[in-house]
């Protein structure tokens, strides 16, 4: 084996590295040292840390923990993250002053670090480059080391593996009798154990035992509680692989303020699983335990469910992640692209760097942990809709009788995954919840009037695992009960215990305050604000259509159309659900979108919400994933309310104006041709400008197969048509109405009201507009439910007709130079090449010209 070396660096290599990269990632590597593991030839240089910190990504250091009395060496290490591949010319061989344990543990592990460093090295390709793992390491500034790293893999392994035997077989750990006993019991897997520890009497004899949840927790208990005593009690741990003994830690139990946590945290990483399996938790103790069991209470999606509030943490979460990478970047930028080793308050800038850097990779840790909790709780859903509990048991409910019954049927034939001590308890709380079921519809049956208005009102909520138990809305585990004759009575389980309890179940239990006070009248209608506060998916699908009978109204329904054409990637119950909450919204995105787009949500904006689709994997009675024919997992679509806010509550770069927009007029000849040629470009058919007899501007012939547009209208009126036209040869093609008939006079409509959306969406005067006839429309024979089902026809067909002329728009108009670096910034985002302006001599030409009036601009020709 190579002897290693220690370096520092040349200052010079620092500069020349932060003037070619522009990164300034290696201010503070000057004063430091560096463990060199390879040759010269391959100069890879890994920085020696006193501390490693506790937020470093898992795999992007390399610990040395030993047996010290300096504080210093709080968690000693090579720190992979910072490594850098210098030319030799440019470092400069140290004296080897390390702490012999630590110089002795690299020099033994030495094969170990070069091929965890050279895993970590290969890692950061698969990372995403804006991720702060990847952000925060050196290693990407190093092209050429990285390739190195490559060549270097290439080597066979068999090679590698016998060259390292050869060179350097890792040294043999020993440890006491006890540990060895257990490890020898336990040869699989990846744990720790107490090798020995001090102070047996006093805190207890841990030698032999494994590192699990319990006894880690007894640790860092003697730990605090030792902290305030004098002396403190020595421990020595071990890390086990497979059996063998890779690593030893030294822990001093007494410590305290802290400074064990790091090793308590490495520790708790591998920690000794032991498998237990429990068919049938016992359901009770969850039962009593209600507010740790919200999710059983409330509808899933409530505001104050579990999985409401963990994604409410997660966008938190991401807010404060975004403020703080903005924080650190900052922070570099007042350096000016300098060195800070020997400036004034260079110090205090690297220790508020390091103290930026970890809040960033904390915050990371705790998205990636947050995410993880959604999945699980998104999880649990699906499992509790199988009627299965977390712990694999069936759900105790009555709503899970069938599930339960089945399960005994499946068990009687030979087909149950349960033992039969599990099938014999669900017999026996079988019968209970008959019992209980038999009790709940005897209250259905007979519910008085005034129990009927109670349970109408938010005043109580009813118990889904108990449906015959009601808590008490604002009051903490008290509840009422249904008895059999259908009223309610106090529940002897979740009784008041407070003068205020007591009130309040004096008045939900007095038949007039109830009836006259507490429930609210059914013509009293809740806000669209609390249905989605409360993420009451059911009211706000019923507020959606009951309001549908109010677009009937012409200013509304012309309202309803104007925001179609703004918001034309929404569907229809997107735009009333956002203009019920706001009429006046112009454009609405994301918090992450509006950021991307140069643009801050204010503090204290208010969301609006609207409806996003998601996806859940659909699964089998046992809980496994359904599969197709192909073999591919069956996913189910479900849509969920996702908030969104208005550009008027936010703050930034201007937002870009459409490149073809009209604002009602036709400036040149050429702009109404080559909206004309657009329209005609997505026309299904093909489209004549010809002379019309009577009133008629134009028209689609089924038989022929053509639209038919009157000369001589003028531009406005001839786009109008011509969309009118184009939306029935897209739409009722194949439609048999005939003049007279409902199902024509709502073909109109549909195609009259796409007409007004993409006129509007282009900038031209829809004022001539009339929608009068909706005033009639269900004399005239038509439902509410065809009158939905059109606006659905009508948003679809509005927005494919803009998306495609906006597609086509773009290719044809000339792009003016954008007003400002945010304009140029979606040009190039969406590829389209920046224009300069015309010259003004050009300019001023055109302008002296007299327009032509717009009845004697040259005719289309077809």
Do not use: C
Request: no cysteine.
């Amino acid at each position: 084996m190579s002897i290693y070396t220690l370096v520092t660096i040349d200052q010079r290599f620092i500069a020349e590295t932060i003037a070619r990269t522009g990164s300034e990632q290696l201010l503070d590597k000057v004063a430091r040292s560096f463990v060199g593991l390879y040759s010269q030839d391959e100069n890879w240089y890994i920085p020696l840390r006193a501390n490693l910190g506790k937020k470093k990504p898992e795999g992007a250091y390399f610990e040395t923990p030993f047996e010290t009395n300096n504080t210093h060496f709080k968690r000693p290490g090579l720190d992979y993250e910072k490594s850098i591949f210098v030319p030799s010319e440019y470092t400069i061989e140290i004296r080897n002053t390390l702490p012999s344990e630590q110089s002795d543990l690299i020099f033994s592990k030495q094969n170990e670090i070069r091929m965890s460093f050279e895993n970590y090295v290969l890692s950061l390709e698969k990372l995403d480059k804006h991720s702060p793992s990847y952000k925060f390491s050196t290693v990407p500034l190093f092209p050429e080391g990285i390739q190195q790293i490559k060549e270097i893999r290439k080597t066979p392994s068999e090679e590698r593996s016998k060259a390292s035997s050869v060179e350097s077989p890792l040294p043999t750990i020993p440890v006491e009798p006890a540990a060895q006993v257990f490890i020898e019991e336990n040869p699989s897997g990846h744990y720790w154990v107490v090798d020995w520890n001090e102070g047996g009497k006093q805190i207890g004899e841990f030698a032999g035992n494994p590192i699990t949840d319990e006894v880690l927790d007894a640790l860092r208990k003697i730990d605090a509680d030792q902290y305030i005593q004098p002396g403190y009690y020595k421990s020595r741990t071990v890390e086990v692989s497979e059996g063998k003994v890779i690593s030893a830690l030294r822990i001093d139990l007494g410590d305290g303020g802290g400074v064990n946590n790091p090793y308590f945290e490495r520790i708790k990483r591998n920690i000794f699983n032991q498998q237990k399996v429990n068919e049938f938790p016992d359901e009770e103790p969850h039962q009593e335990s209600l507010f740790e069991h919200m999710i059983d209470i409330l509808p899933e999606e409530n505001a104050t469910s579990k999985l409401s509030q963990a994604k409410k943490k997660l966008e938190r979460l991401e807010r404060e992640y975004d403020e703080k990478v903005n924080q650190l970047f900052g922070h570099q930028k007042r350096t000016n692209g300098q060195p800070m080793n020997d400036k004034r308050n260079g110090r205090s800038w690297f220790n508020q760097h390091e103290r930026l850097e970890n809040s960033v990779r904390n915050l990371s840790k705790e998205i990636d942990l947050q995410k993880e909790r959604i999945g699980n709780l998104l999880w649990q859903r699906e499992i509790k809709e199988l009627g299965i509990n977390k712990q694999g048991g069936l759900i105790m409910s009555v709503d899970n009788i069938p599930k339960i019954k089945e399960e005994i049927e499946k068990f009687e034939r030979g087909d149950s995954m349960y033992s039969s001590v599990t099938i014999q308890k669900y017999k026996k709380k079988l019968k209970e919840l008959e019992g209980v079921q038999e009790k709940i519809e005897s209250a259905e049956n007979n519910l008085t009037e005034h129990a009927k208005a109670l349970i109408n009102s938010d005043e109580i909520k009813q118990w889904v695992k108990k449906p015959t138990i009601y808590f008490v809305s604002g009051l903490r585990k008290v509840a009422l009960e249904l008895t059999a004759e259908g009223t309610f009575v106090e529940s002897q389980k979740y009784p008041a215990t407070t003068e205020e309890a007591k009130k309040k179940i004096a008045d939900l239990l007095s038949a007039d305050k109830v009836v006259t006070e507490k429930i609210p009248s059914k013509k009293e209608e809740r806000s669209i604000q609390d249905i989605i506060k409360k993420k009451d998916y059911k009211a706000l699908s019923s507020h959606l259509k009951n309001g549908i009978s109010s677009y009937l109204e012409t200013d509304t329904f012309k309202n309803y159309l104007n925001f179609v054409s703004k918001f034309h990637k929404y569907s229809h119950k997107n735009v009333q659900l956002l203009l019920d909450q706001n009429p006046n919204t112009t454009h609405v995105a994301g918090f992450k979108k509006w950021k991307e787009l140069g643009r801050t949500v204010n503090k204290g904006a208010k969301a609006l919400y609207v409806y996003a689709p998601g996806s859940k994997i659909v699964r089998d009675k046992k809980g496994e994933p359904v599969k197709d024919e192909k073999g591919q997992v069956i996913k189910e679509k479900f849509f969920f309310l996702t908030p969104v806010f208005d550009v008027s509550q936010t703050n930034g770069e201007p937002l870009p104006k459409p490149i073809h927009d009209l604002e009602g007029n036709f400036e040149t000849p050429e702009q109404f041709v080559k909206v004309f040629k657009a329209i005609e470009n997505i026309s299904p058919v093909p489209i004549k400008v010809e002379e019309i007899q009577g009133s008629a501007r134009g028209y689609y012939h089924k038989v022929n197969k053509e639209i038919v547009v009157k000369t001589g209208l003028g531009e406005i009126m001839t786009l109008k048509t011509l969309i009118h036209e184009v939306t029935h040869a897209k739409l009722h093609a194949d439609s048999t109405a005939s003049f007279g008939d409902t199902e024509y006079s709502q073909h109109e409509f549909e195609a009259e009201s796409v007409a007004y959306i993409v006129s509007n969406h282009l900038g031209i005067d829809t004022g001539d507009y009339s929608f009068g006839y909706l005033s009639s429309w269900t004399e005239q024979g038509h439902s509410i439910d065809s009158f939905t089902e059109s606006l659905d026809r009508i948003t679809k067909e509005a927005q494919g007709i803009i998306d495609s002329l906006d597609k086509s728009l773009a290719l044809s108009f000339a792009m003016a130079e954008p007003a400002n670096k945010f304009e140029e910034r979606v040009a190039r985002a969406q590829g389209r090449a920046i224009q300069p302006i015309a010259s003004e001599t050009k300019k001023e030409t055109k302008e002296s010209e007299p327009a032509l009036p717009k009845e004697q601009r040259p005719r289309l020709n077809h």
